[in-house]
């Protein structure tokens, strides 16, 4: 099989850098084998936030990453005619006093960003939720359906014979600067977009991955407005139905990717202490990030290899940085 790029996983990464491709007229092959794990993409919050709420401050580069994702989603909203983009506010409720100053010394710096709370939001608030150190609304932010965007994207590579489910394995493939053939593609250039595998690829050793481990609950709360998120310690985001995505933390030190029944108790006991509704935990996930030292995304080519090239490394803000940087690996690809 002939094509121009083999893009090696089908994570935000490689759905976002696909997709870009495919737009500019170039011809993908995604290598994308399913062993049942569980990808980061899968188990992400998925929101694009401005704002960094502990820290009550503007993320950096957000006026650059925010407008392009917003671009992006809704073309690919178009193009497979779905719906994954959700428009949301953040109901913020501060842990503490210390949180609550903060907030107060900020305020100015990122009011654009913020909402009154109108009467009957208070009541809903008071009537749902314990809280003693108020509470503020961010908006908008927008949430990604990421479950329907990775399953719709990977279906239609299946139904245009994009797609493999080959196991890609580093000795089976033999590369060279005209391009690569592995298992009976040849491209002119593979593209690596497989998450924390990366943090073993042989050709880009000297990157400085970090293991990290996130987990999330999937939670069953009916009596919770959907049209919300949720932040105190823990985030709910919608996810569909009456169900709410619970999370997430953060682990740099583990020996497998099992649920922590230590971080879920604690989750548990936060969700009873805020909470006044009813809730259920259904599900517990586990993946691995991939993630940089510094947090630092990896978009380049191979600095003596020019038929291989990576993007990788996006982190906890993926969906909201990942369309820029797949866009800039494109071009670089491209060479346009």
């Known amino acids: 099989m002939q094509t121009d790029y083999l893009i090696v996983g089908s994570g935000i990464a490689g759905t976002l850098l696909s997709y870009e491709l495919i737009r500019n007229g170039a011809s993908v092959v995604v290598a994308d084998h399913d062993d049942g794990g569980t990808m980061a993409s899968r188990v992400a919050g998925a929101v694009l936030n401005p704002l960094n709420i502990p820290k009550w401050n503007f993320v950096k580069d957000h006026e650059l990453y925010i407008p392009e994702a917003l671009l992006t989603y809704t073309g690919i909203e178009k193009f497979l005619n779905i719906h994954i983009l959700h428009r949301h506010s953040i109901f913020a ?41 108020g509470v503020n609304k961010i908006s908008p932010v927008w949430r990604i359906d990421a479950v329907l965007l990775l399953s719709c994207w990977r279906q239609y590579l299946s139904d245009h014979a994009m797609v493999t489910e080959d196991r890609f394995e580093y000795p089976d493939a033999v590369i060279d600067a005209a391009g690569i053939h592995w298992n009976g593609v040849d491209a002119k250039k593979i593209i690596f977009c497989e998450g924390a595998a990366g943090m073993y690829n042989p050709f880009f050793g000297k990157i400085p991955f970090t293991r990290n481990r996130g987990e999330a609950l999937l939670v069953d709360i009916p009596a919770l407005d959907a049209s919300y998120i949720y932040h105190q310690q823990l985030r709910l985001v919608p996810a569909h139905g009456s169900m709410f ?28 202490k805020w909470l006044q509704v009813p809730y259920a935990i259904i599900d517990h996930i586990v993946a691995e990030r991939p993630t940089t030292a510094g947090q630092v995304p990896v978009v380049m080519q191979h600095p003596e290899i020019p038929s291989v090239a990576m993007l990788n490394g996006l982190g906890t803000r993926g969906f909201s940085m990942g369309p820029l940087l797949a866009k800039q690996m494109a071009k670089m690809v491209l060479d346009i």
């Not at 995505?245 to 006991?269: K, T």
């Open 245 to 272: 995505w619970c999370g997430s933390n953060y682990r740099w030190d583990y020996n497998d990717l099992l649920p922590d029944v230590a971080w879920r108790q604690h989750a548990a006991a936060v969700l009873n």
């Open 93 to 133: 409720f501060h842990e503490n006093e210390i949180s609550k100053q903060l907030f107060a010394q900020s305020k100015k710096a990122i009011e654009d960003q913020l909402q009154e709370i109108d009467d009957d939001e208070n009541l809903y608030l008071q009537r749902k939720f314990n809280y003693t150190h």
